[in-house]
């Protein structure tokens, strides 16, 4: 390049010199930031590990009873094709006919943990999935410029002993959080396309689905509230991708018959069955005994929108009544208190945000007094309020954090034996004719009896519902002779369910008594924990 007397560069190549050095500037920035995520995501990731490690190997068992046949089906699609048969739960729903998996790609992702032992797979599975999902929302508060997204992160380990037990079941609720905080980041970054395949994705993975376009219209409201503009798209595309995900679908229609026959007699009708208690709502003694720092937390966001002098933004009045919704449905069944814990902190990060920038104006107009500023001369106003919020942030979170982690391990504890039902299971395997049905006196053992045995069907599983649906007079019948109502219990069992064989824990004392005195039953086997009849 040729240079003028004065030994300068000609004024045409200045702008395309500092042009140059301009974009390597940004490359570098660009590379640093990338560099930085990549290392605090690292770094969240093995806490969350760590922690949601120390909390499900407390125990050997797994938490709660789904995740046995969770992995075992997963175990199954693996060694027998994606839609395997499913010939285990005749006289319910999910019938060979009518069998729709409405956990299928959860069942698929739980594939790589069946090589080898199946509870020790099920047990990692149990710590990855929420790991996944917590760091889905710090990416979510990351992404959206959130001062210490890190530490607003770390504080989902601190909020609720109940969120964080209910994260380590083996259940699709941990990928279905990552999901609803991975559609909220494509709201609140306006990849609202991106919102079609998610919804895809969700119908195919679990029967929240609905949630996403929730979170959809809720957002779509805050803008209209908040902006007051008409913003649709949100909503236009979950519906898009959820609609597609129901008709392009392996198990299309039964997938939609399901779905109406599952929910709503859930959303109708909760307490005419006994489902569970997951179903049923705490009591506020319980809440604020397990989840007491989630309430602090969503009051404290209710109190950054007091202090703050700017307008509200979209994104903090979407949380705010996404929080509220989840709050809501809290009090109507204890399984929300896996949704309402991280979106009230979410809430309030997005509420605090405006007080914690380093660079907000209204920050920088606070002065100290003269005794503050002999002591801490190198502080400013804004400088001090980011130190008062982050020595906040740390003081709830140490021994936040410690306490759940005991509470968490401790209730973990308390799950029944991995061992429940195996001698019982391996005696009905070498004695028993292939396909030969069971009848089970506890709906809720079949996850179990299911891990271990194979080779029978069962009367009930997963859910009551699905056989009270398929015939409330069995289902009736069934709950009589399980309560040791019925006299004479072989007759009903072989007539009415087509069994030759009873299998029931020893906590169902009025129907062993029934059991042992009809001449139709025999005893075959009896250990601590099971016993089995065989109807002669």
């Known amino acids: 390049m040729a240079e003028n007397l004065s030994g300068q560069i000609p004024s045409t190549s200045e702008g395309t010199v500092i042009e140059s050095y301009q974009e390597r500037s940004l490359r570098v920035a660009l590379s640093r930031s990338a560099l930085e995520a990549i290392l605090v995501g690292l770094g969240l990731a093995a806490i969350f590990i760590a922690y949601l490690a120390a909390v499900q190997f407390a125990t050997p068992a797994l938490a709660g009873v789904d995740g046995y046949y969770h992995i075992r089906i997963a175990e199954i699609m693996r060694t027998q094709g994606l839609k395997p048969a499913f010939p285990w739960l005749p006289l319910t729903i999910l019938n060979p006919r009518e069998y729709y998996d409405h956990h299928f790609l959860f069942h ?13 797979g099920a047990k990692l599975a149990s710590v990855l999935f929420p790991a996944l999902a917590f760091l889905s929302i710090w990416w979510l508060l990351r992404n959206q410029r959130v001062p210490y997204s890190a530490l607003w992160a770390l504080g989902l ?3 609720s002993e109940a969120f964080i037990y209910r994260m380590s079941l083996l259940r699709a609720q941990s990928l279905s959080l990552a999901v609803m905080a991975i559609g909220l980041h494509c709201m609140l970054s306006k990849k609202h396309v991106w919102l079609l395949p998610l919804g895809f994705i969700y119908v195919w993975m679990y029967d929240a689905f609905p949630m996403l376009l929730v979170l959809s219209a809720i957002y779509s409201a805050s803008i209209l509230l908040m902006e007051r503009r008409l913003e649709l798209r949100p909503v ?6 959820i609609a597609l995900g129901l008709v392009v679908n392996p198990y299309f229609p039964a997938d939609i018959v399901f779905i109406i026959r599952h929910l709503l007699p859930k959303l109708t009708q909760t307490t005419a069955v006994d489902v569970g208690s997951e179903w049923y709502p705490y009591n506020t003694g319980q809440l604020l005994e397990n989840s007491p720092l989630t309430l602090v937390v969503f009051f404290s966001g209710v109190v950054a929108l007091g202090l703050g002098s700017q307008r509200m933004q979209a994104r903090t009045a979407a949380s705010l009544f996404i929080a509220m919704l989840f709050g809501l449905m809290l009090f109507q069944s ?3 208190i896996e949704y309402y814990p991280p979106f009230a902190l979410i809430f309030a990060a997005f509420a605090w945000s405006p007080l914690l920038e380093a660079n907000n104006g209204e920050a920088r107009r606070i002065t100290l007094g003269p005794r503050l500023r002999l002591f801490l001369p190198w502080v400013n106003g804004a400088s001090l309020r980011k130190l008062v919020s982050l020595g906040i942030l740390i003081l709830f979170l140490i021994p936040g954090t410690f ?5 968490a391990q401790a209730s973990i504890k308390t799950s029944k034996p991995y061992t429940l039902f195996e001698g019982a299971s391996a005696w009905l395997q070498a004695n028993t004719p292939p396909g030969s049905r069971l009848f089970q006196t506890d709906w809720d053992d079949f996850p179990r009896l299911f891990y271990f045995n194979t080779r029978n069907t069962y009367l009930v599983g997963l859910d009551p519902t699905y056989m009270q649906i398929y015939s409330a007079p069995l289902y009736d019948l069934w709950v009589k002779i399980t309560q040791g109502d019925v006299q004479r219990p072989s007759e009903a069992i072989y007539n009415r369910f087509g069994a030759r064989y009873v299998v029931s824990d020893l906590n169902h004392g009025n129907f062993i008594r029934q059991a042992e005195k009809d001449p139709g039953m025999e005893e075959v086997y009896r250990d601590k924990e099971a016993v089995i009849f065989a109807l002669k």
Request: proline share 3%; net charge positive.
């Open 236 to 241: 236009l595309f979950s519906s898009l991708g």
């Open 108 to 120: 698929v992702a739980l594939i790589p943990f069946t090589f080898g032992d199946l509870r020790m």
């Open 403 to 407: 306490l759940t982690l005991q509470r």
């Open 157 to 159: 380990l601190a909020i």
């Open 334 to 336: 204890r399984r929300f």
